[in-house]
């Protein structure tokens, strides 16, 4: 955020922002995380809420959290790439060239199918020099990483994630590309669960740490 010039702040009286409430099937407790949020960033005059690499977050804030508020958010919800995209379009983020190479991407379902943010983290990747290697099924149409909607936490769910989980490797390991990259907290949780029970020899790694690595200068706050 100081790279960009970017006022911002980290909210430790705001941190939870998931979808757990309505796991625990709980509609008021996942309308009292997500008003917590809302309040405070009501307080500070944020105009934008920005979500890290999760995709549960993501969901909860950008397509739940107006309608357990009762009225429109006052601020914009973003995704951290859709974020990142937009400074680096504008020109104030500047990024060096990886010595990643060729990689593939797992697109997160919760921002990718239903958010619809497929250009951005690609736009960062270019910004990086990445040979992408798209996997069959991406974008829009990506499978899900075998963990989603909190399958990866549910021991008796494990056999079915598993399967899921083979099919999302296949298509992976049939890229080329050595290095893999996401922008979901819950998908490399998933993927690391893949690699112990498959043995699978793949490292899950987080784009929005590759880009904090290959910043341009530093920027100060405005």
């Given at each position: 955020?100081?790279?960009?010039?970017?006022?911002?702040?980290?909210?430790?009286?705001?941190?939870?922002?998931?979808?757990?409430?309505?796991?625990?099937?709980?509609?008021?407790?996942?309308?009292?995380?997500s008003?917590?949020?809302?309040?405070?960033?009501?307080?500070?005059?944020?105009?934008?809420?920005?979500?890290?690499?999760?995709?549960?977050?993501?969901?909860?804030?950008?397509?739940?959290a107006?309608?357990?508020?009762?009225?429109?958010?006052?601020?914009?919800?973003?995704?951290?790439?859709?974020?990142?995209?937009?400074?680096?379009?504008?020109?104030?983020?500047?990024?060096?060239?990886?010595?990643?190479?060729?990689?593939t991407?797992?697109?997160p379902?919760?921002?990718?199918?239903?958010?619809?943010?497929?250009?951005?983290?690609?736009?960062?990747m270019?910004?990086?020099?990445?040979?992408?290697?798209?996997?069959?099924?991406?974008?829009?149409?990506?499978?899900?990483?075998?963990?989603?909607?909190?399958?990866?936490?549910i021991?008796?769910?494990?056999p079915?994630?598993y399967?899921?989980?083979?099919?999302k490797?296949?298509?992976?390991?049939?890229?080329?590309?050595?290095?893999?990259?996401?922008?979901?907290?819950?998908?490399?949780?998933t993927?690391?669960?893949?690699?112990?029970?498959?043995?699978?020899?793949?490292?899950?790694?987080?784009?929005?740490?590759?880009?904090?690595?290959?910043?341009?200068?530093?920027?100060?706050?405005?």
């Amino acid at each position: 955020m100081q790279h960009v010039g970017a006022k911002c702040t980290f909210r430790s009286d705001g941190l939870v922002a998931e979808n757990y409430g309505y796991y625990a099937g709980g509609k008021d407790w996942q309308r009292e995380i997500s008003r917590r949020l809302i309040d405070q960033a009501i307080a500070c005059k944020a105009q934008i809420l920005l979500v890290p690499e999760c995709g549960h977050a993501y969901a909860a804030l950008r397509w739940e959290a107006a309608d357990l508020y009762g009225k429109p958010l006052p601020f914009k919800v973003l995704q951290v790439t859709e974020y990142l995209a937009a400074q680096l379009q504008a020109g104030r983020l500047q990024l060096k060239a990886t010595a990643v190479g060729a990689a593939t991407f797992q697109d997160p379902c919760e921002s990718a199918r239903k958010g619809g943010i497929n250009d951005a983290p690609r736009a960062l990747m270019r910004a990086m020099g990445i040979e992408l290697h798209e996997m069959k099924n991406h974008g829009g149409f990506s499978f899900c990483c075998g963990g989603g909607g909190g399958v990866l936490d549910i021991e008796r769910a494990a056999p079915l994630r598993y399967r899921t989980m083979e099919n999302k490797l296949r298509e992976i390991d049939d890229t080329g590309a050595a290095t893999f990259l996401t922008s979901c907290s819950d998908c490399r949780r998933t993927f690391d669960d893949a690699r112990a029970h498959f043995d699978w020899q793949k490292t899950p790694h987080s784009l929005l740490e590759l880009v904090a690595d290959n910043l341009i200068g530093a920027g100060s706050p405005a």
